[in-house]
């Protein structure tokens, strides 16, 4: 892991300083700015934490992430290392405060995991499962909200929200939007839109990419597989020339969800084209067969038949116009090799520089 340097603002050596810490009696040494809980994951120790995510800003809200930092219990997400800090992770006592707080999460949480599309990869579900935890001691009141939202895209479920603060972060520090924040006080308090309405936004789904348990899911792939019939196939997203990295869940023959992994070139990040629109794979409308125009009216025709009616129509206006009268218009959608073969065979096979591409229009 690539653990980043906080450099002073006007320091002028390019050396980055280091800090060396103890963490579960093992040496480590990192750059001067890092957090503990991920000086520990340089390591190899894993501290569960359910609302910092890499990439995003710290919120320190869930305080899951609890260690001992001098004997003293602290948030590891929120804490920069020191010289000679000392972290224990997983003491009794430590062990003990994390299984309260995970705890007093779900004393607010619906048990909805037989039927909640998360279960299977919900970071809570997992914790949840980690510390035995089957009926929460601190069970009291319950926040029920029956709003459900109207968007296209996303399905918001507060009820299973646990205010991280993920979503939050991404929409505005990734995405630049700003769509959604927090709303009201104390108990009440709710991620959601301004004043409520529905959600209105670029539909990126970066919020739905990094919600951590049911809260936010896509709504295409509700009720359609567990995540353990889904079989998983990596490709390139087809829309344009950024060639976002994409990963199809198919279930059965269909694409019912496109996530991306964050070590990809685009970080995990993708467009609402690239995240949600899938579903002209599985359309009854998609042209299966070349369609040629004949008395007006487009019929299906042979792959043999349409490349022979291409070429005979080219080479017609050629001889009769020459090739300048023949203009060829190319695809960001794509690939490089595509277009290279494309823009060859028109300056070549045709000998005409007229070619263009759909990226400058
Ligand atoms: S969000 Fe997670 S813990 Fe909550 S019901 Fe769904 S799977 Fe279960
Ligand atoms: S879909 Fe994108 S723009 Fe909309 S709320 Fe989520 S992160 Fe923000
Ligand atoms: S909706 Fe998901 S990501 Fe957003 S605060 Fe709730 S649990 Fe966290």
């Known amino acids: 892991m690539i653990l980043k340097p906080h450099i002073p603002t006007g320091h002028a050596s390019t050396a980055v300083p280091t800090v060396a810490l103890t963490i579960d009696g093992k040496q480590v040494t990192v750059p001067s700015g890092t957090v503990v809980v991920d000086a520990a994951r340089s390591l190899g120790i894993t501290i569960p934490v359910l609302c910092h995510f890499p990439k995003l800003t710290t919120t320190g809200a869930c305080r899951v992430c609890i260690v001992e930092v001098n004997g003293t219990p602290t948030t590891s997400c929120s804490t920069i290392v020191e010289e000679g800090m000392e972290v224990i992770t997983n003491s009794p006592y430590i062990e003990g405060l994390r299984r309260d707080i995970i705890d007093l999460i779900l004393s607010d949480h619906p048990y909805d995991c037989m039927v909640c599309e998360k279960a299977g990869s919900c970071e809570l579900q997992e914790l949840a499962y980690k510390y035995g935890i089957r009926t929460p001691v601190f069970s009291g009141e319950r926040r029920i909200y029956k709003k459900r939202d109207g968007n296209p895209f996303i399905e918001r479920d507060m009820e299973k929200c646990i205010l991280c603060g993920r979503c939050v972060k991404v929409c505005d520090e990734v995405q630049g939007v700003g769509a959604i924040d927090y709303a009201y006080r104390g108990f009440g308090t709710k ?36 995540q353990r019939d889904i079989k998983q196939v990596e490709t390139i997203c087809p829309y344009c020339g ?120």
């Not at 301004?194 to 789904?205: A, N, T």
């Not at 990094?210 to 936010?216: E, M, R, S």
């Open 191 to 226: 991620i959601c839109p301004p004043f409520e309405r529905d959600l209105d936004c670029e539909f990126c789904g970066q919020c739905v990419a990094v919600c951590p348990t049911g809260a936010l899911v896509g709504k295409s792939s509700l009720g359609k597989g567990r």
């Open 242 to 361: 950024c060639g976002c990295n994409l990963t199809l869940h198919v279930s059965g023959d269909e694409v019912i969800r496109v996530t991306s992994d964050q070590q990809t070139i685009n970080e995990g990040w993708l467009c609402v084209k690239g995240r949600f629109g899938f579903n002209f794979i599985n359309s009854p409308d998609r042209l299966k067969t070349p369609l040629i125009r004949k008395n007006g009216v487009l019929v299906e025709a042979s792959w043999e038949e349409a490349l022979g009616t291409i070429a005979d129509r080219l080479g017609a206006i050629k001889k009769q116009h020459g090739p300048d009268a023949i203009g060829g218009l190319s695809s960001a959608r794509c690939t490089n090799e595509e277009n290279y073969l494309f823009q060859k065979f028109m300056r070549a096979g045709i000998g005409t520089n007229n070619v263009d591409h759909c990226a400058r229009l």
